[in-house]
Structure formats: structure tokens, C-alpha cells
């Protein structure tokens, strides 16, 4: 009866419509399914004793993989995705999912990644990616909770770092400075409850080095199964003014109790003016 289980599972594997890989727990490939091969075009004698590096394309961060072994060595089932090469070059996205496999006494002594192709879902992204990187305006993409999906090369550039794919997995919270970190979860809820005049907003962004943009964002809730926001931005240079609108966006914050009249004065300012009108306008 065990054996015939066996079978039943080893034609499944092979027969799969996924990829599936098999690694000892050093991360060395020891199996790859016909479907591994068919997507990728390597054969067994390119990949077996190698490792999955085989397959990078150089385009996933370096904290993707670093949580992804984290994530593994604590025993626990690691889920996301990879921009991955064939043999012949070809880029693909796979959603992958890497389970640790573990031995009768509990020890983990290989890991296994089900992936499911997805270069056809990918494929606008790809075909836009030059051009994204190309223009002089911020393109941003977040989760839900604010996790980095997706920044383009300027935008990367501007806040300080070597190159757009350092800033997927990265909290976007993380460069947003103190006085606007109640604000920005205010206006992406109002964002998904399908506020249009959240569309638009104006705030300020911090670069590694602790330098401050100003950006007028134009927002859009991308309604799918990952509720992704879009956001384009418009870095904002009025270099007279600049410090004092700091200053008084500041003041504002500490003055004025949070709410829609503050939510609404900091979306509006673009000017000293603005700013100040609405401080004459307030009641403290």
C-alpha cells in the first residue's frame, strides 16, 4: 500500500503544472521536476549540486533573500516571489512557496519550492520596466502594510541608493519623516474607501543620508488580489521657501489636533501662502 503511495506521489510531482525543486538543507539541488526544466531550460546535469543562484537575474533584492533564510532556518514556510533567468536569459516571475523539510527526530534536512510561473501576469511590467526607470518622476508601488514592492531608478537614485532593487522589501514608513507618519495610513485608507481626494496628496520623504524631498503624489488603489497602491510622485523644488515650509508644516503638526482639517491643510500646501492662510484660518 506504501508503495503504491509512493508512486502516486512521484507522478504527481512529475506531472505537475508547477515547478518544484528539492535542495538539502545546505541548499544544494538534489531534484527539479520536467516542469523546472521545460520553463527554464537548463538540464539536470546544469543544475544538480548547484544551488538555486543558478537562477538569479540580479533584479531580487538582497533582503528578499536574506528574510527568505531567516524565515526557513526558524522552521517556518517561506512565501514570495522571485524575477528570475532561463538558461537563454529570458526573464520570468514565479510566486514560489519553500517549505522545510524535516527528518523523524524534527531536524530539517532538505527544503522544497512549489512555484507557479507567472511571466504572463508579469509581462506589462516587464515591458515597461525600461521606460519606468527612465523617467524623471518617482514610481512607487506598496503593499497594504507599506512594504516596497516596486520603486523605479530615480527615485532610488534621489533617496540614496545603488539601485531600485534595494528598496523592494523595505518599509516605505521607514522614509517618511515623524510629523507625517500618522498622516500617510489616514490618507491610504481614504485611498481604498475610494476618497478621490486622496488621488493627490503632498508630503515630505527622507533620504538615507537624512535630507528631506518634497513630493506631490498622484495615488491610485490597484483593486486585485494584492491591494497594491501606485503611486507617482513629482519631486517639488522651491528652494527659497523651502526651509520655512519645513518649519511650518512642524508647527502645524504640534498645533493643530490631528484631524480631516489637518489632513486636508498638509495635502493643499505647496506654498508659504497656503500655509499660512490656513494658520491664520485656524482656531488655537
Request: proline share 3%; charged share 25%; glycine share 4%.
Amino acid at each position: 500500500m506504501n508503495t503504491d503511495i509512493n508512486k502516486i506521489i512521484l507522478t504527481a510531482i512529475d506531472q505537475a503544472e508547477t515547478t518544484i525543486l528539492i535542495t538539502d538543507k545546505e541548499g544544494i539541488i538534489i531534484y527539479a521536476n520536467p516542469k523546472f526544466y521545460a520553463v527554464t531550460k537548463y538540464t539536470t546535469e546544469d543544475i544538480v549540486g548547484k544551488t538555486p543562484r543558478i537562477l538569479a537575474s540580479k533584479q531580487t533584492s538582497k533582503q528578499v533573500y536574506e528574510e527568505l533564510w531567516r524565515t526557513l532556518k526558524s522552521g517556518t514556510v517561506w512565501r514570495g516571489e522571485f524575477l528570475n533567468k532561463t538558461k537563454n536569459g529570458n526573464l520570468f516571475w514565479e510566486i514560489a512557496t519553500i517549505t522545510p523539510l524535516r527528518n523523524e527526530t524534527g531536524e530539517i534536512t532538505h527544503f522544497m519550492k512549489i512555484a507557479e510561473v507567472m511571466d504572463e501576469l508579469k509581462h506589462t511590467v516587464l515591458n515597461l520596466w525600461s521606460i519606468v526607470s527612465l523617467t524623471a518622476h518617482y514610481i512607487l508601488i506598496l503593499s497594504p502594510d507599506f512594504t516596497i514592492k516596486f520603486a523605479n531608478d530615480q527615485l532610488a537614485y534621489d533617496l540614496g541608493y545603488k539601485h531600485e532593487t534595494e528598496m523592494v522589501g523595505v518599509n516605505w514608513m521607514d522614509h517618511i519623516p515623524q510629523y507625517f507618519k500618522n498622516v500617510i495610513p489616514y490618507v491610504h485608507d481614504k485611498l481604498m474607501q475610494a476618497d478621490t481626494r486622496y488621488r493627490e496628496f503632498t508630503n515630505d520623504i527622507v533620504t538615507l543620508d537624512d535630507n528631506l524631498i518634497n513630493v506631490k503624489w498622484f495615488n491610485s488603489f490597484i483593486n486585485g488580489q494584492h491591494n497594491w497602491t501606485l503611486c507617482i510622485g513629482i519631486p517639488l523644488v522651491v528652494p527659497d521657501v523651502e526651509q520655512s515650509i519645513r518649519a511650518l508644516r512642524k508647527y502645524w503638526k504640534e498645533a493643530i489636533q490631528q484631524d480631516k482639517m489637518l489632513i486636508e491643510s498638509i495635502k493643499e500646501v505647496s506654498n508659504v501662502r497656503k500655509i499660512e492662510n490656513n494658520l491664520n484660518n485656524a482656531s488655537l
